[in-house]
């Protein structure tokens, strides 16, 4: 299948899952991620109407970029680029440069270097809090027990617009079992912006299970394989032709590449 065909079929399922939702389809936002695809792949997205793009790495991003630059989406403005993987502190000024948006903040730590880079060049940094919401050691992202603290402080931080949250929920082959870590989020994200400190968005929800993060509040959904077909894993790359991971193997494997 074609990129324009498999976008047609994704906003199909997004329309879908807003009716059942009874959510306005204009409420979600549709970010295209762009990992390991080509410059190519990325323009023909664009070109079929994709309006934002997501990357999970500073570098990918900043290597893409340039070729990337001149396009214009459908309504004439250039895309937005979002950050949607784990941001190490040396690449703080990159991404602040690069990003309209970074989904994942996880420290008061990460918050000061992106509040005083944004400061250096005169921007207000749209941000999510990433939220730990299964505890996993090996993940990114604040445990939900520090999340309210950490909001408070980062309230204090001029250059960073804190619009909401975003999880990356374990990966499960059954969308359904993803419900409850979705629904979690959303009540963290009404009780913070309940308090005024945070905005509404929600970042959650990927190829596999995007219907039920809408279902359950989504406001971005950040899809990969389903826009753009499987990705080849890292180790076929080195070792030639591989099996494609399939369609469910997006999350798991962009967990692995978050645990980088
Ligand atoms: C790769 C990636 C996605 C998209 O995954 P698919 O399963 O291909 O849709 C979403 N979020 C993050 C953080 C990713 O790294």
């Known amino acids: 299948m074609e990129i324009p065909s498999r976008l047609a079929a994704i906003r199909d399922r997004m329309e879908g899952a807003c009716r059942r939702a009874g959510r306005a389809p204009s409420d979600v936002t549709l970010v295209a991620v762009t990992k390991t695809r080509t410059v190519e792949e990325v323009a023909s997205a664009v070109e079929a109407g994709v309006t934002d793009l997501g990357e999970n790495r500073v570098q990918e991003a900043e290597a893409k970029y340039p070729s990337l630059a001149s396009l214009e989406a459908r309504d004439g403005s250039p895309p937005r680029w979002h950050l949607v993987g784990h941001l190490q502190k040396n690449k703080v000024k990159k991404a602040v440069a690069l990003f309209d948006r970074i989904h994942s903040l996880d420290s008061v730590e990460l918050g000061h270097k992106i509040d005083r880079a944004a400061e250096e060049i005169g921007k207000v940094q749209p941000v999510l809090v990433q939220v730990d919401l299964a505890s996993e050691a090996t993940k990114f992202g604040l445990p939900e027990a520090d999340l309210l603290g950490t909001l408070e402080t980062l309230t204090g931080l001029r250059r960073l617009r ?99």
Request: no cysteine; glycine share 14%; aromatic share 8%.
């Open 162 to 260: 804190v619009d909401g949250l975003m999880a990356l929920p374990p990966f499960v082959p059954d969308p359904e079992a993803v419900r409850p870590y979705f629904r979690r989020l959303r009540e963290l994200g009404a009780e913070a912006f309940g308090r005024g400190l945070a905005g509404r968005e929600l970042s959650m929800g990927m190829s596999h299970d995007f219907e039920v993060a809408i279902e359950e509040g989504a406001t971005f959904i950040r899809v990969g394989t389903a826009l753009f077909g499987p990705r080849l894993p890292e180790s076929a790359k080195s070792t030639g032709p591989g099996p494609p991971s399939q369609g469910f193997g997006g999350s798991a494997e962009a967990r692995r590449a978050e645990a980088e």
